[in-house]
């Protein structure tokens, strides 16, 4: 009669199935770190372009929704309904809107006055509680966009020409622009620090 022999790996197998095993393990690994890092970026582009989504809807409700109300400044200085500021930083373009609610829901005008600028990198919203300032009228500032280089504006007149401030410099010859002039549309360029340049036109409703 044979003796029984115990079954069992060898050390040579061991070694092997060990080697298999951590290559697999390797793969595997690299597999799901792929994965992870492929959802983590479409997760970071996707709230990206949320934000973006967003900043837009909100700079189209203001200028669409643009009334031709002039505004006194904190100086007591008449101020056109919409106007570009060339010699202040941060803030590019300010109007006057209708349609929303009133500052922090007080009582009074809908009417609000807001701006649109560039700090830091930031698109910037300002948005006053008053459209006639006095010297202590300070704005509420909204940082909405991240990783803005450039904020840039264009006006179509009602002569269907474009123009890069308002009021024109060239409307009717040098003539004062009246304070109520508002523009047919406005095209608003942004220059992200990771997507390039994204251009939209809106237009008023009033």
Do not use: C
């Not at 792929?34 to 973006?52: F, G, I, K, P």
């Not at 803005?148 to 264009?154: D, T």
């Not at 024109?168 to 997507?195: C, H, I, K, R, Y």
């Amino acid at each position: 009669m044979l003796a029984n022999k115990e079954n069992g790996f060898t050390l040579i197998e061991l070694l092997v199935s060990l080697a298999i095993f951590a290559v697999i393990s390797v793969m595997a690994y690299g597999g799901l770190d792929y994965v992870l890092n492929t959802d983590r970026s479409t997760s970071t582009q996707m709230n990206r372009l949320s934000s973006l989504q967003k900043s837009m809807l909100l700079l189209q409700a203001d200028v669409e929704q643009m009334r031709p109300r002039p505004i006194r400044d904190l100086y007591g200085t008449s101020q056109g309904a919409m106007i570009s500021i060339a010699d202040e930083p941060y803030r590019l373009l300010e109007w006057t809107r209708g349609g929303g609610q009133t500052y922090l829901k007080t009582q009074g005008s809908s009417l609000m006055r807001v701006a649109y600028g560039v700090r830091d990198n930031k698109l910037v919203r300002f948005q006053w509680p008053v459209l006639d300032q006095a010297p202590d009228s300070e704005p509420f500032v909204s940082e909405i966009l991240e990783n803005v280089a450039r904020l840039q504006f264009r006006f179509l007149d009602s002569s269907l020409e474009w123009h890069n401030q308002w009021p024109p410099l060239n409307l009717n010859s040098g003539t004062a622009a009246s304070p109520t002039l508002l523009p047919n549309a406005v095209e608003v360029t942004l220059e992200l620090q990771d997507w390039g340049e994204v251009k939209r036109l809106f237009h008023g409703i009033f």
